[in-house]
C-alpha cells in the first residue's frame, strides 16, 4: 500500500485503475466524473503503452473500449448518468461477446438532463440492463473514497475473471468529496489472456469476438452459458458490510453514500436504546439476498433508504418475501437526505 | 501446367452468403489479396459492420470482431490503440457509416487514426431490404422513397469522401468504382496503397467503393453495373480527394 494520500474520490478512481493496469482511457467529459479524464491525460501519457482519447461520444467511448479490451489490454471508460444512457447499446454488445471491461458512473440526478447532484437512481438501469437482452452487470457501490479506489482495482480483476463488463456505481458527491486513501501496489501479473484475445493469427487459428448468433437455438445456447457464469458470480462475489446488526431488530439497508447517514442514524437510536443496525450491500448485483434472509427472523421491520423514489427497496421485498415489514425512505432529484429526517422516517415505525 | 490464379491465402473455402452480382465478394477478394501481397495477413483484425457483412468473419483467415451498427471506427481505435502493431480493416457500408456511424467515421479521420476504412457505397440499405440510405440518389425509388427521394423532405445524398477531405488529418482519401475492369483494378490499387500506408503507420485512410446491389436495385447484375457507371459515379465522382500527410507538429505557445 502507498502513503496516506489526500485526493478526491474521483482522482482515486483514477489513480486507482492505473495501478491495476489500465493503460488506455476513453472518455467524454461530464460533470461530476471530469476529474477522471482529466486524471488520466496527464497520467496516461507518461506510460509505456499507454493512452487517453477523449471519444467524440460516449456511444463512441465504450466502443472504443470494446476494441482495446479485445485485444487483450486493460482499459476502461467513465461517465455520468445520462453519459452511460448512451453507453448502454455498447454494454450489451460487451456483455454478450464476452469482453472485460470496467465502467465507472458517478451518478447525477435525473431522469433527462437533471442536474449534477448526486443520486442513486441509475439502479435499475446499471442493476436490472439498461442495454438490451439477457445479461447482467457486476455493479459495485463503494461509500468512501477508500473503498472508490478499492473497488475500482477489484473491478478490473473481476472483469478479467469472469470476461464481462464490471460498473462502479458513487454518487456525485462522492466522486467531489476529498478524503484520505491508500493505493494498491502496480499491479504486475494479469490473467492469461491468449484464448481468446485478438492478437493476429501468427501462432493460432482465426479468432472471432461477436454478438450475433442468428440461429435461435445456439443463441440461447450462449445465453444459458452466460448465466452459468452469472450463478457462479453469484456464489462467489456477493459484498456486503454490517455495522451493529447482532443484536438489531431494526435493519437499515442502504448503500454508497448515503449509507454513511444511515450509520450516524443508527448511533443516536442506539443512544436511546433502540437495536438499530446496517447491512450495506456494496455487490448491488450480486445482490445480497441471503445476508438480508438471514436477518428476517431477528428483524422487527427492514427499513431502505436510498436517493431515489425507491429502485433497490423492490430487491429488499424479493429477499425479504414478505416475512417481516419493508419500510422506504428515499429523497431524489438529487437532495441528500439529513440524519435527522432519515432518524425522524426510522422512528415513524417504531 | 502453371498455376496462373489462385484463391488468396485470406479467403477461406466457405461459399458466400451475397446475393448474385453483389460486390462485397469482389471487395473481400481484393482485401485477402492485397494482405497476402503485403504480408500483412498475420497482423491483421477485421471488423465486420451490421448491414450485409455482418457476417465477413465467415470468409477470412484473419482475426474478427464485429461490431455494433456505426462503431467500427471507434472499436477500431481502441483495437489500435491497444496494440498498434495490428493491421485494423474497418469494412462498413453507407448506411453504417454514413448514417449510424457519422460520429465515428467523423471523429477517427479528425484523429487521423491509423486504420483502414473500406467503405463500400451501394446507396441503399442492403440487410434489412432497400430502403432509403443517406446516399441514395435524388429521385432514387426505394422500399421507404417509394416515390423516389424527394430533396424538399429527404434532403440530398451525403458525400463522405468530400466531407472527410475537409479534416486535415486523414492521411488518404479515394472513391473507386467495381463497374469496369479499370475501375477494379484502380479498386485494387487503392485498397494496396491504404493497408501499405497503415502498415507504415502513416495514418488514416478511407477507400469509398461504389458498389453494386442488383437485389434492392431491381436490375440484372450487368444492369447494375451499367448504373453505377452511368448514373451513380455522376453523384459520386471517382477519384483521390487527399493524398497528403498531415502537419504533425505540435505547437504548445497558442
New interface residues.
Given amino acids: 500500500m502507498s502513503e496516506k494520500v489526500l485526493m478526491k474520490g474521483n482522482e482515486a478512481v483514477a489513480e486507482s485503475a492505473i495501478r491495476a493496469g489500465c493503460k ?1 482511457y ?1 472518455g467524454y467529459p461530464i460533470t461530476p466524473q471530469s476529474e477522471i479524464p482529466e486524471y488520466m491525460s496527464r497520467k496516461l501519457p507518461q506510460i509505456p503503452g499507454g ?1 487517453y ?1 477523449q ?3 460516449e ?3 465504450i ?11 486493460r ?1 476502461m471508460t467513465t461517465s455520468s448518468s445520462p453519459g452511460i444512457s448512451l453507453m448502454m ?2 454494454i450489451s ?1 460487451i456483455a454478450c ?1 464476452e469482453v472485460p471491461c470496467v465502467i465507472v458512473n458517478v451518478m447525477r440526478g435525473g431522469p433527462g438532463l437533471g442536474n449534477i447532484s448526486p443520486e442513486q437512481a441509475d439502479y435499475f438501469q446499471v442493476v436490472k440492463g439498461g442495454g438490451h437482452g439477457n445479461y447482467r452487470l457486476v455493479v459495485l457501490a463503494p461509500s468512501s473514497v477508500q473503498e472508490m479506489a478499492d473497488l475500482t482495482y477489484d473491478a478490473f480483476d473481476i472483469a478479467d475473471k469472469y470476461r464481462m463488463p464490471v460498473m462502479l456505481v458513487a454518487e456525485g458527491n462522492l466522486g467531489q468529496m476529498m478524503e484520505p486513501v491508500k493505493f494498491k501496489e502496480l499491479k504486475t501479473e494479469f490473467t492469461d489472456k491468449s484464448e481468446w484475445a ?5 501462432n493460432h487459428e ?7 448468433l442468428l440461429d435461435p437455438e445456439t443463441m440461447e445456447k450462449h445465453i444459458h452459458k452466460l448465466y452459468e457464469k452469472y450463478a457462479l458470480i453469484e456464489e462467489n462475489e456477493v459484498r456486503f458490510e454490517e455495522y451493529l446488526t447482532d443484536d438489531a431488530e431494526i435493519i437499515i439497508i442502504a448503500y454508497g453514500l448515503i449509507s454513511r447517514v444511515a450509520r450516524s442514524v443508527v448511533d443516536k437510536l442506539r443512544d436511546e436504546g433502540i437495536r438499530a443496525g446496517i447491512l450495506r450491500p456494496i455487490s448491488l448485483w450480486p445482490f445480497p439476498n441471503e445476508a438480508i434472509k438471514s436477518k428476517i427472523e431477528q428483524a422487527e421491520f427492514f427499513f431502505v433508504c436510498e436517493m431515489s423514489m425507491g429502485q433497490m427497496v423492490e430487491d429488499v421485498r424479493l429477499a425479504v418475501n414478505g416475512a417481516k415489514p419493508v419500510h422506504f425512505f428515499g429523497r431524489c432529484g438529487g437532495v441528500v437526505p439529513t440524519p435527522v429526517e432519515m432518524f425522524d422516517n426510522v422512528k415513524k415505525y417504531l | 501446367m502453371e498455376k496462373i490464379f489462385k484463391k488468396p491465402k485470406g479467403l477461406n473455402d466457405k461459399t458466400m452468403h451475397y446475393c448474385p452480382g453483389c460486390g462485397h465478394g469482389i471487395v473481400h477478394k481484393m482485401i485477402a489479396q492485397t494482405l497476402e501481397e503485403l504480408d500483412l ?5 477485421f471488423i ?1 459492420p451490421v448491414g450485409c457483412a ?2 465477413a ?1 465467415w470468409y ?9 451498427h456505426g ?1 467500427a471506427p ?10 498498434p ?2 493491421i485494423i480493416v474497418s469494412y462498413q457500408g453507407d448506411g453504417d457509416l454514413a448514417s449510424a456511424g457519422t ?2 467515421i ?2 477517427a479521420a479528425a ?1 487521423g487514426e491509423n486504420i483502414s476504412v473500406i467503405f463500400i457505397n451501394n446507396a441503399v440499405y442492403g440487410m434489412t431490404g432497400g430502403q432509403m440510405a443517406p446516399t441514395t440518389l435524388v429521385g432514387q425509388k426505394t422500399s421507404t422513397s417509394p416515390f423516389g427521394r424527394d430533396p424538399n423532405f429527404a434532403g440530398h445524398p451525403l458525400k463522405v469522401c468530400e466531407m472527410l477531405a475537409t479534416t486535415k488529418a486523414p492521411r488518404y482519401i479515394e472513391r473507386t468504382s467495381l463497374d469496369s475492369v479499370a475501375n477494379l483494378n484502380k479498386t485494387k490499387k487503392a485498397i494496396k496503397k491504404s493497408f501499405d500506408l497503415q502498415a507504415r503507420g502513416e495514418g488514416f485512410s478511407l477507400v469509398e467503393i461504389l458498389s453494386p446491389c442488383p437485389t434492392n436495385w431491381g436490375m440484372s447484375p450487368p444492369e447494375a453495373m451499367d448504373w453505377i457507371a452511368e448514373t451513380l459515379s455522376k453523384e459520386y465522382p471517382l477519384g483521390v480527394f487527399r493524398d497528403e500527410r498531415a502537419d504533425t507538429e505540435v505547437r504548445n505557445d497558442s
Fill in positions: 488506455l476513453f493512452a482519447i471519444a467524440e461520444t456511444v463512441s467511448a466502443n472504443m473500449v470494446y476494441g482495446a479490451t479485445s485485444a487483450g489490454a482499459a447499446e455498447g454488445y461477446a485478438l492478437t493476429g493469427t501468427r482465426p479468432k472471432i469476438i461477436t454478438s450475433i | 495477413l498475420e497482423r491483421t483484425i465486420s455482418v457476417f468473419y477470412f483467415n484473419t482475426d474478427h470482431i464485429q461490431a455494433a462503431r471507434a472499436v477500431a481505435t481502441g483495437l489500435k490503440r491497444a496494440n502493431e495490428l460520429a465515428e467523423v471523429h484523429r
